[in-house]
């Protein structure tokens, strides 16, 4: 066999340089041959003799030898150690060339050879999208779509060229929406929507295409995928129905492809994805909780949702995830929660309907994703809301476990949470019976540290918090000021250039507050205040320098 490979290659040689297309046709055969019986061996031996060097000019778009000799590129290819030479002999111009003929089995070839030397090769795929191929390839798959092998060809050309970010905006600009619909839709096996899923998803992360999917009539597609597959016990029901619905929920968070499918809370499909969330399946469970959690995404969508009755839903299949309950749906419903509550006017209406009660019930959980969520809920719940904020303050159960995450020095953002979920029961209550929860949950340290926080809204929150702790209870509070150096915390803010002016300007509200405290009074006195609040009265903002004033005052008579 080896020796037949040689000498036909030999013949190659001469018979490609005199164009004797019938001797170079059985040249071919003899090697594809060798191919099919050790592809790496019969490989090497074409990369021996040079014999790459000659196929470009054998890609005539005319010539009867081309489907042939795109068919050796694509053998070839298969090693790994071939796709560079194949490079180097220039092949790939030539392919691409020939992406625009009409012969179905040269088309078929010419893909099977790009895809396998372009394999794993993001630098090549993008050489290939600057070439101007996918263009080429989504009319070809409109034209020849009864031609299952080219067919999928072309999809599995799209998905690996998809990964690349390069190619979305190309995709956008051509009618891939609609062919992959139309293709989609003519499917019956399991293993062709497959196919068509891989190349669906990395598509639908770009917004522009989310939209032209949306309106290509690709969630109808995927609603009755959803319909069939539902009870199935099958394996391939169950990845089905998981594919589609996640594909679902990626389609929502596209801005405009949302607010298409929510039709001002009549769309039939933000209807049908409603009743996803009482199913008794975990998947649709998850993917409707995900679904409102997206479309909650403005305040007039979260209004109207708030009014249609979808909280006790919620709430609702939330109860059904307490005990032993499903992480991701859990962190998926509080999530949704959390996103309707933003809207001050739902706030009330979602307390009255119990959502802080239900929230509770996962005070227990040791899932971080869990417990972030339920930290942003209630504190998006009790902003505005000053009874809420009393009766959670109040809670020693609640503030004992923030406190307790305060120090969750592994998961930044539930330590995040925690310190803002604390400081806004404060705010938002300005209820001394909450501060004297907070002080004897050991909550004030925490107060302390997040006035140093490298986020000006935390230090903010913190210092306001901190100001009425210091008004409300100064005497309680005392120990665990000195405890925590809050004296030289806030000498620290007021000296720093970098400090905001909002929080110098708190910082100095708060000095003035703690003044009445004898240990803190002396702290003040200790750390020379009066020179750098004197600094302060010439700084260019008005409200500080105005404050800086009053301050400067206060500690002189205090003196």
Request: a negative charge; one cysteine or more; proline letters at 3%.
């Amino acid at each position: 066999m080896a020796d037949n490979l040689s000498e036909a290659l030999k013949k190659l040689k001469l018979a490609s340089a005199d164009s004797a297309t019938d001797s170079v046709e059985s040249c071919l055969d003899c090697l594809l041959k060798a191919l099919a019986h050790n592809n790496a061996n019969a490989s090497e031996k074409v990369q021996e003799m040079g014999v790459l060097s000659l196929l470009p000019t054998l890609l005539a778009p005319q010539s009867s030898c081309t489907p042939k000799v795109a068919n050796i590129i694509a053998e070839v290819a298969k090693n790994e150690f071939m796709r560079s030479p194949c490079v180097e002999a220039g092949l790939i111009p030539p392919l691409v060339q020939l992406l625009h003929s009409k012969d179905q089995e040269v088309l078929l070839q010419t893909g099977r050879a790009l895809g396998n030397i372009c394999y794993d090769s993001h630098s090549l795929q993008a050489q290939l999208i600057n070439m101007g191929v996918i263009p080429t390839l989504v009319k070809l798959l409109g034209l020849h779509s009864d031609n299952m092998a080219l067919t999928e060809m072309c999809l599995i050309a799209f998905g690996n060229l998809a990964e690349l970010e390069s190619s979305k905006e190309q995709f956008a600009s051509t009618n891939i929406a609609e062919e992959l619909v139309r293709l989609f839709q003519k499917q019956a096996e399991h293993e062709k929507k497959e196919m068509i899923f891989e190349v669906l998803a990395p598509l639908a992360e770009n917004d522009v295409i989310k939209l032209q999917l949306v309106e290509a009539g690709l969630v109808e597609c995927l609603l009755d995928v959803v319909t069939h597959t539902v009870n199935g016990e099958r394996e391939e029901d169950v990845a089905q129905l998981k594919t589609a619905s996640d594909l679902m929920v990626l389609l929502l968070l596209g801005d405009e492809s949302m607010q298409k499918l929510f039709d001002a809370g009549k769309g039939s499909v933000f209807e049908r994805v409603l009743s996803w969330v009482p199913s008794h399946n975990h998947q649709l469970q998850l993917a409707g909780a995900l679904a409102i959690a997206n479309f909650a995404r403005n305040d007039g969508n979260c209004i109207q949702m708030v009014e249609s009755g979808i909280v006790q839903k919620l709430l609702e299949l939330l109860d059904r995830h307490v005990e032993e309950g499903n992480v991701t749906v859990q962190h998926a419903a509080l999530s949704a929660l959390r996103n309707l509550a933003i809207p001050v006017v739902n706030k009330a209406k979602m307390l009255s309907a119990g959502v802080s009660d239900t929230v509770l019930k996962f005070l227990p959980s040791e899932m971080p994703p869990v417990q972030f969520k339920l930290l942003g809920t209630l504190r998006m719940l009790i902003d505005t809301q000053a009874d809420a904020a009393d009766q959670l303050g109040t809670n020693s159960k609640l503030v004992e476990r923030l406190v307790e995450w305060c120090e969750a020095k592994d998961h930044a953002g539930v330590m995040g949470e925690s310190n803002r979920l604390l400081s806004a029961l404060i705010r938002h209550s300005k209820s001394k019976d909450v501060v004297k929860t907070v002080i004897q949950g050991a909550g004030v340290k925490h107060l302390v540290v997040m006035a140093m926080s490298e986020h000006m809204i935390m230090q903010n929150e913190a210092l306001v918090a901190l100001g009425l702790i210091a008004g409300l209870d100064l005497v309680g509070a005392e120990k665990d000021f000195v405890g925590a150096g809050l004296v030289q915390v806030l000498h620290k803010l007021l000296s720093d250039e970098r400090t905001a002016p909002e929080i110098k300007y708190n910082s100095m509200i708060l000095i003035c507050a703690v003044m009445g405290s004898e240990p803190l009074h002396k702290e003040v006195q200790g750390l020379a205040f009066i020179d750098v609040v004197s600094k302060l009265r010439s700084h260019e903002n008005k409200t500080v320098s105005h404050q800086a004033s009053l301050t400067e005052q206060r500690l002189t008579a205090q003196s």
